[in-house]
């Protein structure tokens, strides 16, 4: 069997840091493969007016297969002032690029493991009864709709006649905002479609059947935002008769943040639309050791690009030795594994890390919860590539 191709997109801050550290575990591990470097982030944004050049396009839809790291990302003001003087006054607008490519791509499944390891102190605690101290175990996986919603970009700051027209013809925009000026107003779209909704619900399902979890819960809010999350709901309840043994129930995203802190244990697999799943993703995370441990995959029907949740905290970028957390990273590309059908080396890291974190010889300064700087490391703290070393050596 010829090597796989992936292509590699470091990306901003400490996305060029953490990426080179999976692929040192891939190689450890015995995954085969050549990486070939794409460009993306803030630099092409200043320089080129895009920050998801279209050679990068190209590299993803040849080889199908990408681990990104981190991108920096600015509001729209602050991105045109940072545009390369000769651009400036051309029309270029800053878009995320790795919304992009989830769109571009239809990268419509998101999947976001928040599943905690035995010994990390940053793990969840609780008090218990008579002033007992409880660490639930979490193990939860939230399939969040990655294309749609809030995020499928289709908004405007005063917006078209026409759009302002059709807008107005529906009574409640007329009655409520019917007295704002046009150019005063900005509105963000929430769209869901049957078809992309019906395919991530089955996914978390098909998911849940696959690795035993009892429990599905859709986390939208259809009480108020009624034909949206109205719609995920009436799916969700039909699709659940074609799921025996598996518990199917909703919460309100407003409720379900209260609640995962009081019995984080009984959720297995949630389902989410775009904006909710980011939220209720987060706040799993905060469960099980917090960004430095938030992995995800972005799935379509032909590519999956892997990276994890983490921003790319460019205050860390230039520390030497670099202290930033590897394993939300070195997770992402364990979840590359399982997609290309090597459970067995994706185990066998994930086994490691578990190794390493219970062990607790090893810790990133996130893990000793200490402040972010070069000092941590007279204070106990391993570097990264300290981390890293740790998990090859207990595979």
């Given at each position: 069997?010829?090597?796989?191709t992936?292509?590699t ?8 840091t ?7 575990v891939l ?7 050549d990486y ?5 982030g ?20 040849k080889?199908?297969?990408?681990l990104?790291?981190?991108?920096t ?6 991105a ?30 998101c ?28 193990n939860?996986?939230v ?41 005063e ?11 992309y ?5 089955r ?6 059947k ?5 429990r599905?819960t859709l ?10 999350s ?11 008769k074609?799921?025996e ?10 409720a ?7 019995d984080p ?10 904006m909710f799943?980011?939220i209720?993703?987060?706040?799993f995370a905060?469960?099980?050791g ?37 394993i ?8 590359m ?9 994706a ?9 390493v ?8 300064y ?18 990264t590539?300290?981390m ?8």
């Open positions: 069997m010829s090597k796989r992936i292509v997109m470091p990306g901003d801050g400490i996305g060029k953490v990426l080179p550290e999976a692929i040192r190689d450890a591990v015995g995954f085969e493969a070939v470097h794409a460009d993306i803030w630099e092409f944004w200043c320089k080129e007016g895009n920050p998801l050049p279209q050679r990068t396009l190209d590299l993803i839809e080889h199908k297969i990408a990104f790291g981190a991108i990302s600015k509001p729209k003001s602050e045109v002032k940072e545009l390369d003087p000769a651009l400036a006054g051309k029309g270029y607008v800053y878009y995320s690029p790795i919304v992009g490519l989830r769109q571009h791509f239809m990268l419509d499944i999947q976001r493991p928040c599943i905690s390891f035995k010994g990390n102190p940053l793990n969840f605690i609780r008090k218990g009864p008579n002033d007992t101290i409880e660490e639930p175990e979490v939860v996986v399939f969040r709709q990655n294309t749609e919603g809030l995020y499928g970009g289709v908004e405007w700051t005063d917006p078209p006649q026409q759009v302002y027209d059709a807008f107005m013809t529906h009574p409640k925009f007329s009655k409520n905002f019917g007295w704002c000026p046009k150019d107003l900005a509105i963000s779209t929430r769209i869901f479609t049957k078809k909704s019906e395919r991530i619900i996914a978390a399902f098909e998911y849940a696959k690795f035993g979890y009892k599905v986390c939208e809010k259809p009480n108020v935002i009624r034909e949206t109205g719609m995920m709901l009436a799916i969700c309840r039909n699709m659940t074609e799921y043994g598996i518990h199917f129930d909703y919460t309100n995203i407003d379900q943040m209260m609640w995962l802190t009081k244990e009984k959720y297995g697999v949630i389902i989410a639309g775009n799943g980011d209720v993703s987060d706040g905060g469960l099980v917090g960004l430095g441990f938030a992995c995800s995959a972005n799935i379509g029907e032909e590519v999956a690009i892997f990276e994890p949740t983490h921003g790319s905290a460019p205050k860390y970028e230039n520390l030497n030795p670099s202290i930033v957390n590897p939300a990273m070195i997770m992402s590309a364990c979840m594994l399982d997609y290309l059908g090597e459970v067995g080396k185990d066998r890291i994930r086994k490691a890390i578990a190794k974190v219970e062990e607790g010889k090893v810790r990133a996130d893990m000793l919860k200490l402040r972010g700087s070069q000092e941590v490391m007279q204070q106990g703290a391993a570097s590539s300290e890293t070393d740790a998990i090859i050596a207990a595979l």
